[in-house]
Nanobody, 127 residues
């Protein structure tokens, strides 16, 4: 069983930055494809960013491209989401997801491709 836990959410003004962290355990971290999703009130969960097991491939939603960066540190069993130039529309609960059956280069963009999820961390961007 893989356990996933997010941290780093909070309240920030528009134009500011936050870095989310996600620690995973229960598998060798390099065997996990990782992703970030978010869900705003009244909306469906949406893809934000993903990174392959080998850390070489990354993918982003169009709405965050150029502002958010996903990275991973396999030595620390952690994936990060650096969020810059935040906008009020980025306000949501952010979820980290992990999948242990993906290929080394795969980017997983759909929520149903992930088996393991964290509890989420709230990000609120004030205008």
């Amino acid at each position: 069983q893989v356990q996933v836990a997010e941290s780093g959410g909070g309240l920030v003004q528009a134009g500011g930055s936050l870095r989310l962290s996600c620690a995973a355990s229960g598998r060798t971290f390099s065997s996990l494809a990782m992703g970030w999703f978010r869900q705003a009130p009244g909306k469906e969960r949406e893809f934000v960013a993903a990174i392959s097991r080998n850390g070489i491939n990354t993918g982003y939603a169009d709405s965050v491209k150029g502002r958010f960066t996903i990275s991973r540190d396999n030595a620390k069993n952690t994936v990060y989401l650096q969020m810059n130039t935040l906008k009020p529309e980025d306000t949501a609960v952010y979820y980290c997801a992990a999948e242990d059956s993906a290929g080394s280069w795969a980017i997983l963009r759909r929520h149903y491709e992930y088996h393991y999820w964290g509890q989420g961390t709230q990000v609120t961007v004030s205008s």
